[in-house]
């Protein structure tokens, strides 16, 4: 067992795995964003998304499938779930503002592998177009991805082509919409008002550098 | 003394007799050894509200389930779903008959008692198959296929190792048998008697493995495997019939354990003692009895501890391991018999 | 194709999935139910079998029977409220379901916690996984019918849940992590009675090595069941015990840096080369022992000061996104945070170890006896609400 890299060789190991990611896919990253001794993103186009799986896994050693999530980034029309049911619903910014590594859509697919000898990951992201809602599956490449793209399926109504099964993780099979999707509400705060509308405390007041000793 | 008695006081006589005999191991095993033994295993302390130590704990179950609703799936077989528990309990009861308690205490005295009771002894897989079928439950009738298959497997070693004590006693009397082991010798020395369980020390134990199996108790408990099948065969019975089943269960722990203390232990005789006084009739019950738990702390004892086996496993045991041994004892002990 | 052709595909292909495991008694094969309601799945797992015998031809589990929505709900809440909510995703490990996801926090504050206070998290995690892992060691044995251990490992338990009690307040849901450190320091005498508590738990680990571990029944039951090889268990996905068990050297706690105090002691990493169910369960009974180990150390060095930084009153998360993930007692659980400056989260994946462990269920379970199927779950060790979240 090797011993446990420097943060130093990690950042080493992430710059060399972004270079080959350039070699091999080339025109196909749109945009990266490094965090030294934290994290790696590297967004790559849609089609390109299964080539991308295909080259960690087979050429890059990203033998360990992390996980496979939707995002979606459209700020919530109900806000916090802390409106007033008598009041007009106050002004809120629409504005969709992609985080890490840009894009241009209001939905990615967000997927994280790993690579268990040289102890590096990669967090990949990918736009999903607005019209088609479609993504190349990854199931072909990563057997377990299955059961996320199902989840990413029922819970923001991404499609992914290629997949053997897909259809329903969690909900029964003729649920309506998208459950994480922002502007599908939580049903929780609609059927009953957030309590703390009629019962505000005010705030305390928002001392910086105040040690919490509570 | 002996008693003169009219027909009908000695029958029902007889017909208390045998279901204090069916009944009390039956209930002393469930406490001592379901209740408590298990209980202090395992840490704990059992059930210890009802009556002085949890010991009323039984008889407040037997009220439980005699106040349960009659419960039916809505599929099942009436008949055979009734009458499945009867018979389970009906064969535990009937092995009693050649059960000896005492020189002249005893309900028949046949000259095929050994046969009689290893034919009865089959007779509760009847009653697990039913149970299975008329259930109407999938579970079920997988724990009833599982029993039936099992239960037929450990009858063959069941059967061989007793082959061995007959050999040995040259009948097949229950009474006899007694008598042969209380006054019976070992090469010589008459103090303690001949019990098989010296001679026949690996037809006991085959029996008493024959007999965990027969019984369903872990690790044999297939049939009955809790995690998988909820109790299999009896998952759809409740109130009187799964009572009935229960009892049945213990009543057989009983029967059986009876069966091996009298072919191996030496029934109601005691060593060093004569075995025709007329007190012997009083006192060998209570020896039978405390023969009786003896085999029971060992058959429960394996239970508590031993996780189960799987079922191809448990046939594998049965075929490949258990016949081979008691028909290798059969041969030793013939050619010793005819040797000496 | 264009969204409503797949939605209809997607339909009707459920409807068809649906269909089929309805049937109720086909003439080849029997379709089976395990759970939802079964004393051997550890909470509302279903699982679809058809049967051709006594072997399994095919098999499904159908979770969700616990999904309660923790990714929508946690989109309403402010961060210390977060907190309580993911307590309760592993509820039997639970102290380690805090740890990530106040990691994450705290890599995009930038603020790291004090040294007493990362020692103490450090201790707490590894008291869950020894109360979390020595229930599963002691319930796989129940599955198996020796039911004399589990009332052991409950008892055993017992020792670490009151030492989690009196540290925290809270024996299943401690809740006791918070931003920037923790709650409180610890109790007066908690260390040695940490360390009486330590050893009784490696007597527990030594006496279930002998009960269950030694017993011919179990090897028989558990070995060479459920073989999974080293590469499909890379694919799913699959951690913690479970890829150890197949050979996998990883351990999240040894590979990568984070701001706990797992680098300060002395520790082993167990593996298994076999892969069958017997190899997965024995990894659980090691790290059992090896978690008391650090336990002791920890406890030993634990360095004095205070055990918050200064963090304000209101929590607001600086905009940015952060992946933490730690080896919790089921296997890999992280959270991907991501914030947009507020109070509250805009979105946390919550990356569960069970779902990713049991997905691999319908591929190991081809083929096996139904007895089988009992163990293999029981060595892949789920807790229900890490599958369902």
Redesign the interface.
């Known amino acids: 067992m090797s011993p446990l890299p420097s943060s130093a060789e990690v950042d080493d190991r992430r710059a060399e795995l972004l270079a080959r990611l350039h070699d091999e896919l080339g025109e196909a990253v749109e945009g990266t964003h490094e965090l030294a001794g934290k994290d790696l993103w590297v967004r790559v186009r849609t089609d390109a998304w299964r080539e991308a799986a295909e080259v960690a896994e087979g050429r890059l050693g990203m033998t360990y499938f992390c996980y496979l999530a939707g995002l979606d980034w459209m700020p919530s029309p109900f806000g916090k779930g802390e409106d007033d049911p008598t009041q007009p619903p106050p002004e809120r910014s629409t504005e969709i503002v992609q985080g890490y590594a840009g894009g241009s859509t209001r939905f990615q697919v967000l997927a994280r592998v790993h690579d268990v000898q040289r102890m590096v990951g990669l967090t990949l992201k990918t736009d999903v177009p607005d019209d088609t809602m479609a993504v190349p599956s990854w199931v072909p490449v990563y057997a377990g991805a299955n059961w996320h793209e199902r989840e990413a399926w029922e819970m923001f109504g991404i499609s992914f082509v290629g997949h053997p099964d897909l259809r329903n993780l969690y909900l029964p099979t003729d649920f309506e919409g998208h459950p994480l999707r922002k502007d599908f509400p939580l049903l929780a705060r609609i059927v009953k008002p957030w309590p703390g509308i009629v019962d505000v405390e005010p705030m305390p007041a928002d001392l910086d550098g105040e040690g919490g000793d509570e | 003394m002996t008693l003169a008695l009219a027909y009908w006081q000695e029958s029902i006589l007889r017909v208390l007799g045998v279901t204090v005999a069916v009944l009390l191991p039956a209930g002393t095993f469930v406490y001592v050894f379901l209740f408590k033994l298990?209980s202090f295993?395992?840490?704990?302390l059992g059930p210890m509200e009802a009556g002085p130590y949890g010991s009323m704990q039984l008889l407040a179950e037997v009220g439980k389930f005699l106040q349960k609703e009659d419960i039916f799936p809505e599929k099942a077989d009436r008949a055979l779903f009734r009458l499945a528990p009867y018979v389970v309990v009906a064969s535990a009861f009937l092995v009693y008959v050649v059960v000896p308690f005492g020189p002249d205490a005893l309900f028949a005295d046949l000259d095929t008692g050994v046969f009689l009771v290893l034919a009865l002894s089959s007779v509760s897989v009847l009653g697990v198959l039913m149970a299975g079928w008329a259930s109407a439950n999938?579970?079920s009738l997988?724990g009833g296929l599982r029993a039936a298959g099992q239960l037929i497997a450990y009858e063959l070693p069941m059967v061989l190792a007793v082959v061995g004590v007959v050999i040995q006693a040259e009948t097949l009397n229950m009474q006899q048998i007694v008598l042969t082991q209380n006054d019976g010798e070992i090469f010589g020395w008459g103090g303690l008697g001949n019990p098989f369980v010296l001679t026949q020390f690996v037809g006991f134990v085959v029996f008493l493995v024959a007999t965990q199996a027969e019984l369903t108790q872990?690790?044999f408990?297939?049939p009955v495997?809790?995690?998988?099948l909820?109790t299999g065969y009896m998952t759809e019975y409740s109130g009187l019939r799964f009572l009935l089943f229960f009892i049945g269960e213990f009543a057989t722990a009983g029967a059986f354990a009876a069966i091996a203390a009298t072919l191996f232990l030496g029934g109601w005789g005691i060593p060093f003692f004569p075995s025709d006084a007329d007190w012997m009739n009083l006192v060998g019950p209570l020896v039978l009895f405390s023969k009786i738990m003896f085999v029971a702390l060992l058959i429960f004892w394996f239970r508590?501890?031993?996780?189960?086996?799987?079922?191809?496993?448990l046939q594998q045991f049965a075929w490949k391991y258990l016949i081979p041994i008691a028909l290798a004892n059969i041969v030793v002990t013939g050619i010793l018999k005819v040797a000496f | 194709m264009s969204v409503i052709d797949r939605r209809e595909l997607s339909a009707l292909a459920a409807r068809a999935a649906d269909a089929r495991v309805n049937v109720e008694l086909e003439t080849e094969g029997?379709t089976?139910n395990?759970g939802p309601q079964?004393?051997?799945t550890h909470g509302t797992l279903r699982i679809i079998v058809r049967l051709d015998g006594?072997q399994v031809v095919w098999a499904e589990p159908v979770c969700g029977y616990m999904h309660r929505g923790y990714e929508k709900l946690v989109e309403v809440r402010s961060y210390p409220q977060v907190n309580t909510l993911i307590n309760r995703i592993d509820w039997l490990g639970s102290f380690a379901n805090e740890v990530p996801f106040i990691l994450a926090c705290e890599q995009l504050m930038e603020i790291e916690a004090p040294p007493r206070a990362q020692y103490i998290r450090t201790i707490l995690f590894e008291l869950s996984r020894i109360s979390n892992v020595s229930l599963g060691l002691g319930d796989a044995?129940?599955?198996?019918?020796?039911?004399?251990a589990a009332?052991?490992a409950f008892?055993d338990r017992e020792y670490v849940l009151n030492l989690v009690e009196a540290a925290t307040g809270g024996r299943f849901h401690p809740n006791f992590d918070r931003i920037g450190g923790l709650k409180d320091d610890l109790p007066k005498g908690w260390i040695d009675e940490t360390k009486v508590a330590m050893r009784k738990v490696r007597d527990y680990c030594d006496e279930i090595e002998t009960?269950?571990f030694g017993?011919e029944?179990?090897e028989?039951?558990t070995r060479g069941i459920g073989v999974i090889p080293r590469e499909v268990a890379l694919q799913y996905g699959l951690s913690g015990a479970n890829l150890r068990g197949s050979g996998v050297d990883w351990d999240l706690r040894r590979d990568q840096k984070l701001p706990m105090a797992w680098d300060k002691c002395d520790w082993k990493v167990w593996t298994h080369p076999d892969g069958d169910s017997f190899s997965r369960l024995w990894v659980r009974l090691k790290e059992t022992y090896e978690a008391t180990l650090i336990v002791d150390q920890l406890c030993e060095s634990l360095p004095s000061g205070p055990v918050m930084a200064k963090v304000p009153r209101i929590i607001k998360v600086p905009e940015g996104e952060a992946w933490i993930s730690t080896e919790n007692p089921l296997g890999e659980m992280g959270y991907y945070v991501v914030s947009k400056g507020d109070t509250g989260p805009f979105r946390v994946k919550i990356r569960s170890a069970s779902f990713n462990n049991i997905s691999v269920v319908p591929w190991v379970l081809r083929g096996v006896?139904?007895?089988?199927?009992?163990t293999i779950l029981a060595s892949l060790y789920f807790i229900l609400g890490d599958i369902d979240r």
């Open positions: 298990m295993m395992q840490s704990r999938k579970y997988m872990p690790p408990d297939m495997a809790e995690s998988e909820v508590f501890t031993y996780p189960r086996l799987r079922e191809d496993q | 029997m089976l395990i079964h004393p051997a006594e044995a129940l599955q198996l019918g020796a039911q004399t009332f052991y008892r009960l269950v017993n029944i179990f028989a039951r006896y139904v007895p089988d199927v009992i």
